[in-house]
């Protein structure tokens, strides 16, 4: 009788036991990490944040981790220097630690800036209503049809408050930005843009730079500074003046 409620204790404790250790297994499983190879594909999407100058809000750019040349894209930081693809932005606003991203639509951000910051590439004039808006160059058509974004697409302007929202394109469709600037008092930005002149699927020195003017207050979309009859009658002068 005793050999017999020996062995039952042995098989309960071992019973239990084992149990106890499938149990700890499972939990292992559930709250450890999991450390493998498969994992080696997460992205460091986040990049160093930046102020946008006295306001509530911060901006952080998201880095494109992917296989493709950064060279492809040029520099898609602001003002720094840095050569790194942004496909897109998260704004954080530091008093009530509340975010979002700048959009949703795939995208390569390839400039941004306040435009009364900009003091090379984009010449200004002053602030004034300008100054409430950050300006962004915006890969997100595949215009050239080789199945990717990137320079060889076109850049369009687009605008947002200082918020981040309100994001929308102000330049034309199939018009590469090459550069702008506003005027002080003014509300409008003067914008440079390359068409696709020859139909070739590239914007180059080949091609037509047409002047386009948007006013900030009105909104829509830029507008040719000059019409079609007076460039053709300009042409007609020049080569009248100075060609023999």
């Known amino acids: 009788m005793k050999s017999f409620i020996c062995t039952f204790t042995s098989l309960t404790?071992?019973?239990?036991?084992?149990?106890?250790?499938?149990?700890?297994?499972?939990?292992?499983?559930?709250?450890?990490?999991?450390?493998?190879?498969?994992n080696k594909n997460n992205f460091n999407f986040f990049d160093t944040p930046g102020p946008i100058d006295s306001s509530r809000y911060v901006i952080y750019p998201l880095i494109?981790?992917?296989?493709?040349?950064?060279?492809?894209?040029?520099s898609s930081s602001s003002g720094s220097g840095r050569s790194k693809i942004y496909w897109n932005l998260v704004f954080y606003n530091t008093l009530t630690k509340q975010y979002h991203l700048l959009d949703t639509m795939k995208m390569i951000v390839n400039f941004y800036d306040r435009e009364a910051d900009v003091s090379?590439?984009?010449?200004?004039?002053?602030?004034?209503?300008?100054?409430?808006?950050?300006?962004?160059?915006?890969?997100?058509?595949?215009y050239n049809k080789d199945g990717s974004?990137?320079?060889?697409?076109?850049?369009?302007?687009?605008?947002?408050?200082?918020?981040?929202?309100?994001?929308?394109?102000?330049s034309p469709n199939g018009l590469d930005i090459a550069?702008?600037?506003?005027?002080?008092?003014?509300?409008?930005?003067?914008?440079?843009?390359?068409?696709d002149t020859n139909?070739?699927?590239?914007?180059?020195s080949d091609d037509e730079v047409i002047p386009l003017v948007y006013d900030l207050a009105k909104g829509g979309i830029a507008e040719p500074v000059f019409s079609n009859e007076f460039k053709?009658?300009?042409?007609?002068l020049f080569k009248k003046t100075w060609h023999k």
């Open 13 to 38: 404790a071992a019973i239990l036991l084992s149990g106890c250790n499938g149990g700890i297994k499972e939990y292992q499983k559930e709250v450890i990490p999991d450390t493998s190879a498969k």
């Open 64 to 74: 494109k981790e992917k296989a493709e040349e950064l060279k492809e894209y040029g």
């Open 149 to 170: 974004l990137d320079e060889g697409d076109p850049k369009y302007l687009y605008i947002s408050d200082m918020a981040g929202n309100n994001f929308k394109q102000i």
């Open 232 to 236: 053709i009658n300009t042409e007609r």
């Open 120 to 142: 090379d590439e984009h010449t200004t004039g002053g602030l004034g209503i300008a100054d409430q808006f950050i300006f962004y160059k915006i890969i997100c058509c595949d």
């Open 179 to 195: 550069g702008w600037h506003t005027i002080k008092g003014t509300g409008k930005v003067f914008i440079d843009a390359i068409k």
């Open 199 to 204: 139909d070739d699927k590239k914007f180059d």
